[in-house]
């Protein structure tokens, strides 16, 4: 990937409770009606009132696929912001700042100090959320943002609430503007306009409207960050697009409830976070047994247990792959982006229908809680459907058999209900016609047959699955591998090290189950040296891939504080190991998130 020649980032510090989120928000729409690209980062804490939120916003005329690694303006809410980040911020930097409440402190490098004074601007306004619109005047008067753009998105934003209240928002923000203009010097670079307006949304959007798009009709959930997003998008948007969404009274009866509803022929859909994932995986092993189609989305956390419940990990990939007990198949797939989550949706569905058992989508809090922008015309709403071997109308039969041992493995499966197709789904073990063998005698010929008939539908599955492709150079010095929400981070950090003379390629995994393990073996042969990179402390892929291939990288990048990787963190990682310090490379990362 190349770098746009615009490429800025501005970042809102405070604490829970001071609306950080509005004028995120704000200068969102504002961006991607302009037509350029953003990745927002929320680094925030799991109270409701006090601790240090941190929202970065990258912005640039070429796509972005990660939070990036500096910060052009800093806007500080409160003196916690300012000590914490001041001394991070260069010259040529400017940082803005309510100038009655925050003073400046000695640890400066050099950045250009925009003190706004919030009373006089603002009539004595007691609102304490003011200094925020205040705030977002002078941010886009440095930035070179008409401030007729700004009047605008602050009126769609405030309109709800009345006349009166966007125009004490247009009034103080218009005094911040101005201010600004007069005593503070802008930016050279005004944001430039790109060739048509953008969308913004969030990964659990994306899930959610991938999940809609793919004809999702029974939704349930108990709310468990990060993965409420999926939950508050589909109750959004349950009345128009006619899905029935439940929240439950937990993960185990959120796991029942898409189990059955999928039974009953509905393509279902549940989401979570690894505790509670924990609590759905005896209804998971229930689906693979009964081979009902259903699918589970796991945004995972930084654990174990409770965790740090509002930080990022890669931290669930063996979780999910032992999920409940017993040689079952399973489908596990790990979207590489907020567009690739969307995407999967329909692809996933359309295989768990095929192959009639579980899938799992593993996402994680940063593509999750993530903002992104995207181009509407990328977005099928439309993808196509395909049910596999499913009957939906009854017709003659002669001693229908729902578990029949076909060559394929895969069984005619009805709509429940259907006339002339009785059978009976059960937990247990069964024959072809569904009758249990483990009650009163345990058939092991009976029960060989159904687990190798189940084995047999995943013999040709890698065929209607895409193998990964190495990005970059096929002769590069180092290949970096990767999987999930690691990719736009890393094919950012590989055009650092090419353009730093440092020959790198890219080899990204989607699909855990089934994996393509020949495909990539093909690729990793080749490569001069490899390292694998990962938010987790033990290498869980790098162990899953050994696990299946027996290759084992020259090299780790891991990460496990709670943040996401930053390009900058992989490039000093390949270049510690290329200079012989260490094979494990874990970042230093400044405390001030």
């Known amino acids: 990937m190349g770098l746009g020649t615009y490429d800025f980032a501005l970042a809102i510090g405070g604490e829970a409770g001071q609306g950080i989120a509005t004028p995120?928000?704000?200068l969102a729409r504002i961006i991607v009606r302009r037509g350029l690209h953003l990745v927002t980062y929320n680094a925030y804490q799991s109270i409701v009132r006090g601790g240090h939120i941190f929202l970065t916003m990258r912005i640039s005329d070429a796509k972005v696929q990660n939070h990036g690694d500096k910060l052009d303006l800093l806007m500080c809410l409160n003196q916690d912001t300012m000590d914490r980040h001041q001394r991070l911020m260069d010259p040529g930097t400017r940082i803005v700042y309510n100038?009655?409440?925050?003073?400046?402190?000695?640890?400066d490098k050099?950045?250009?100090?925009?003190?706004l004074p919030v009373g006089d601007l603002t009539d004595g306004s007691r609102n304490r959320l003011v200094q925020n619109t205040v705030g977002l005047g002078a941010i886009a008067s440095l930035m070179g943002i008409d401030f007729s753009v700004l009047e605008e998105s602050l009126t769609l934003r405030f309109q709800r609430r009345g006349q009166e209240m966007v125009d004490e928002n247009v009034k103080v923000a218009r005094a911040g503007y101005d201010y600004s203009q007069e005593h503070f010097k802008p930016f050279d670079q005004s944001?430039?306009?790109g060739e048509k307006p953008l969308a913004v949304w969030s990964g659990n959007d994306a899930l959610a409207m991938g999940g809609a798009a793919a004809g999702v009709k029974f939704y349930a959930a108990y709310p468990m960050s990060p993965a409420t997003g999926v939950l508050h998008w589909m109750a959004n948007n349950a009345r128009n697009l006619g899905i029935m969404v439940r929240q439950v009274e937990d993960e185990i009866g959120v796991a029942n409830m898409v189990v059955g509803a999928a039974q009953a022929g509905t393509r279902s859909l549940c989401a979570t976070s690894g505790g509670g994932f924990a609590l759905m995986t005896e209804?998971?092993?229930?689906?693979a047994m009964m081979e009902i189609p259903v699918v589970f989305i796991n945004v995972m956390r930084a654990g174990p247990s409770t965790g740090v419940p509002t930080k990022t990990e890669q931290g669930d990939l063996w979780q999910v792959l032992g999920a409940s007990q017993g040689d079952f198949e399973r489908i596990i797939v790990s979207p590489t982006d907020a567009l690739d989550a969307f995407s999967t949706m329909a692809e996933v569905f359309n295989l768990t229908d095929k192959y009639q058992c579980p899938a799992i989508v593993i996402s994680d809090l940063y593509i999750s809680e993530g903002r992104y922008s995207v181009d509407p015309d990328l977005v099928n709403m439309h993808p196509e459907i395909d049910r596999g071997a499913l009957i939906t109308e009854p017709s003659d039969t002669d001693g229908y058999l729902r578990y029949k041992d076909t060559e394929s493995g895969i069984s005619p499966r009805p709509l429940a209900g259907l006339e002339g197709y009785v059978h009976l789904v059960?937990?247990?073990?069964h024959d072809e016609d569904s009758t249990l063998i483990s009650d009163e005698f345990t058939n092991p010929h009976k029960r060989r047959q159904m687990v190798e008939k189940r084995a047999r539908k995943f013999d040709n599955i890698l065929s209607d699955i895409a193998a990964p492709v190495l990005q970059g150079p096929a002769d590069a010095d180092v290949t970096l591998?990767?999987?999930g929400s690691t990719h736009g981070i890393i094919a950012e950090a590989v055009?650092?090290?090419?353009?730093e003379g440092v020959s790198t390629n890219h080899l990204q995994i989607r699909w855990m189950v089934p994996f393509h393990g020949e495909e990539i073996m093909d690729i990793l042969y080749k490569a001069k040296r490899t390292i694998i990179v990962e938010n987790n402390y033990s290498g869980q892929f790098a162990r899953y891939m050994r696990s299946e291939t027996g290759f084992a990288a020259d090299g780790h990048i891991r990460k496990y504080d709670g943040e996401p990787f930053m390009p900058h963190h992989i490039v000093d990682g390949v270049k510690a190991q290329l200079g012989g310090e260490t094979d494990r490379y874990v970042p230093y990362q400044e405390i001030t998130v």
């Open 24 to 26: 995120g928000d704000i």
């Open 99 to 107: 100038s009655d409440t925050i003073n400046p402190g000695t640890e």
């Open 110 to 115: 050099g950045a250009d100090l925009c003190g």
């Open 191 to 193: 944001p430039p306009v």
């Open 283 to 287: 209804a998971i092993g229930a689906a």
């Open 426 to 429: 059960a937990t247990d073990e």
């Open 481 to 483: 591998i990767g999987w």
């Open 495 to 499: 055009y650092a090290l090419n353009a």
